[in-house]
């Protein structure tokens, strides 16, 4: 296997296109809780977090009152979004909830916790926490071993202050 060429490279944001600009603000901006940090006018808006100039890209240059993709073709699985305590994923998932998006699955995989949902256009998106990594399951050879158990989201949301 080749090392990467940029050992501290890592996955900056995500763009996505959308067919309802305002819409898609209303679930990642009202909902999600990121900031708008810069809009062009009705066709693009840029949300981050903490001041970030963007975490999620929106536009609908390609897209406008478009529809979903068919189920069977490729293109993005989901956006996770990494949240930095089991209370905050719980928050998170709870006005997920209260917005009335429904969970599409909750899988404890040994190294994180995840809350599965779509956003309004039918992108998959992964709310999750990170477990320390002292508590990460490993093989005996030290490798890491990951899995897809269920996670009972009441249980999560037992977390939530």
Do not use: C
């Not at 990642?28 to 001041?51: C, I, K, N, P, S």
Request: no cysteine; proline share 7%.
């Amino acid at each position: 296997m080749t090392a990467p060429y940029a050992p501290s490279a890592r996955i900056g944001h995500v763009h996505l296109k959308v067919a309802d600009l305002d819409r898609a603000i209303a679930f990642y901006g009202d909902v999600l809780g990121f900031e708008v940090q810069t809009r062009l006018g009705t066709e693009a808006a840029f949300l981050g977090a903490d001041g970030y100039h963007h975490h999620i890209g929106l536009n609908t240059w390609r897209s406008k009152d478009g529809i979903p993709a068919p189920e069977g073709h490729t293109g993005l699985f989901h956006t996770a979004i990494l949240y930095p305590s089991r209370a905050d994923l719980a928050t998170a998932v709870k006005r997920v909830l209260a917005a009335g998006y429904p969970v599409l699955g909750a899988s404890d995989h040994g190294v994180s916790e995840a809350v599965y949902f779509n956003d309004p256009d039918g992108n998959g998106v992964e709310l999750y926490r990170d477990r320390d990594p002292a508590e990460w399951p490993r093989h005996s050879d030290g490798s890491l071993q990951m899995y897809s158990r269920p996670l009972s989201v009441q249980n999560l949301l037992s977390e939530h202050p």
